[in-house]
């Protein structure tokens, strides 16, 4: 069982799938109850033009996509201000990102393998390098969400009290969309592009079903994202399958289980109650 | 009116309008310490409006406001006001909080950003929770207390801050009469430990029975000194022509009206 260990390359997924269930589970669990779930998905794909623009220039595509994916997280962020409703200012990002990674695509020569691995996700493809600056970018978010972690509750849940309280409202959401896009940028390698949302919405609505309180869901996303990373990852090690739609599946297969529980759970008190 | 150490609120020539619709104009307020004030005026008047200019979450067009004797912006007024909004409105009712995390939020503005929660807080938490009868539910989640339990929670919230001045937002709204009328013992209990209490309400009966000053709202600000004895009648100033007083034959509730919006 341990022998893909021995392997550097399964080292490197391990590490790497560990730090970002953590990452995407406690990012995740706050858009998911702001309605913003699909920011997610909607930085993934501009992710994927700062990829596209990384190989396209010759810079390395993880720096190259998180500068593209931020700038672009406080453009987003901009348009909302600007009374664009959010969903609509997700989707021109979302558009202009693809647009720019189609581009730069067709004019390329000879990349689009390795841009597919972005897409798709690959346990082979992480090295030390990209394993120091996902490490690097995760340890900052982390300390960052455990320093306003009693702020960021408090605007999640009632932004209107938290503004007349004196909070910095405005500067907390702008932080909470740059980590966002910091998370999606350091999803990428291992899940790949197309399924990085599912991986920051799968942990916390699974946790969501089952938790009493915030602090209880937050820990239980996050061993959720973690059991299905180490999963998912020794899944398509031993099937030789791709790593992120393996974890995700797995994933899903979670949150079926929690609304399952949930279920059971509600029955169990209706009975309760009858009786 | 002047304004001297037990003003706390002091409102002069406020004038306030979205776009070309003027909701507030010309207003003038005067709050003092151990006032309980109500605040009605039918929906639209402006009732919300002018308590988000005194809490500082809108700047008027013209006119001045001090809060504490200081801008209401300021950090340090603003931390002296425990407020408690509308919870329909603000409130996911599937959000995974338990009743004392709630609690807990409402320490943040004094605790300070960045700053863990100590022993104190906790402390003052606990007691907040026992002030509103709450404490033996403070596991529970939200989202399993009825709409008065989860009032009087939103309200512990407020009292953690331990203000000076606390405002409520139509806090009855979809609660039964024996939880308001629980909840209104408690607003008595308070605002007799000397803290300032502005209720907006468009309820004019229930609130009238408990309040010493009354500000009807509508575009302007008519102040009306309860305890010197006020007439319902004068009170249809708030109303205008947008709504007519319904009498109901409650027992023990003299005068009771309640609005019926035509």
Request: hydrophobic share 50%; glycine share 10%.
């Amino acid at each position: 069982m341990l022998d893909m260990l021995e392997y550097g390359f399964m080292q490197r997924a391990f590490i790497a799938g560990t730090l970002i269930a953590i990452v995407c589970s406690v990012i995740g669990l706050f858009l998911v109850l702001r309605r913003m779930s699909l920011m997610g998905d909607g930085l993934a794909h501009i992710a994927f033009a700062g990829i596209a623009g990384g190989m396209f220039f010759n810079i390395y595509p993880l720096l190259s996509a998180l500068v593209f994916t931020v700038l672009s997280a406080l453009g987003i962020q901009r348009l909302k201000d600007m009374k664009v409703h959010g969903d609509a200012a997700i989707a021109i990002f979302f558009s202009f990102g693809l647009a720019v990674g189609i581009t730069l695509i067709s004019m390329s020569k000879g990349f689009g393998m390795d841009l597919f691995s972005y897409l798709f996700g690959s346990i082979l493809a992480v090295n030390e390098t990209d394993l120091a600056f996902i490490s690097v970018l995760c340890a900052v978010t982390v300390a960052l969400v455990w320093l306003f972690y009693k702020e960021l509750f408090y605007i999640t849940f009632d932004e209107e009290s938290a503004r007349a309280g004196g909070l910095p409202v405005e500067k907390l959401n702008t932080m909470l969309i740059v980590l966002t896009a910091v998370t999606v940028v350091v999803s990428m390698r291992v899940v790949g592009v197309l399924l990085v949302s599912s991986y920051i919405v799968l942990p916390a609505s699974a946790a969501l079903l089952i938790s009493r309180s915030f602090q209880n869901t937050l820990f239980l996303a996050a061993a959720i994202a973690l059991a299905s990373t180490v999963v998912g990852l020794t899944a398509a090690f031993y099937f030789d399958a791709a790593a992120g739609g393996a974890i995700v599946l797995v994933l899903v297969g979670a949150f079926v289980s929690a609304m399952i529980l949930h279920k059971l759970r509600v029955n169990a008190a209706r009975e309760a109650n009858l009786h | 009116m002047g304004m001297d150490k037990d003003t706390v609120i002091w409102i002069k020539g406020v004038t306030f309008s979205y776009g070309a619709h003027i909701v507030l104009e010309n207003v003038g307020l005067e709050v003092k310490r151990g006032d309980f004030l109500g605040v009605i005026g039918p929906n639209g008047s402006g009732k919300t409006t002018l308590i988000r200019i005194i809490i500082g979450l809108l700047k008027p067009d013209s006119g001045l406001v001090r809060l504490f004797g200081a801008p209401p912006a300021s950090a340090d007024a603003r931390a002296r006001v425990g407020f408690v909004p509308q919870k329909v409105t603000n409130f996911d009712q599937n959000f995974p909080a338990s009743v004392s995390e709630v609690v807990a939020m409402g320490r943040i503005p004094r605790a300070g950003i960045m700053k863990q929660l100590g022993a104190k807080d906790r402390e003052l938490i606990e007691k907040a929770l026992d002030e509103v009868g709450m404490l033996e539910h403070r596991d529970k989640r939200i989202s399993e207390l009825s709409g008065g339990q989860q009032q009087r929670v939103f309200m512990a919230r407020a009292l953690v801050a331990e203000p000076e001045l606390l405002i409520l937002d139509e806090p009855t709204v979809g609660v039964d009469r024996y939880a308001q009328k629980r909840f209104y013992a408690i607003l008595k209990r308070l605002n007799s430990a000397g803290i300032t209490i502005i209720l907006i309400s468009h309820d004019i009966g229930v609130v009238s029975a408990h309040v010493n000053k009354l500000a009807c709202v509508n575009r302007s600000v008519v102040l009306h000194d309860v305890s010197k004895g006020v007439n319902p009648a004068d009170l249809i100033c708030a109303y205008a022509d947008r709504m007519k007083i319904v009498r109901h034959g409650h027992a023990g509730c003299p005068g009771h009206c309640q609005d019926g919006v035509e």
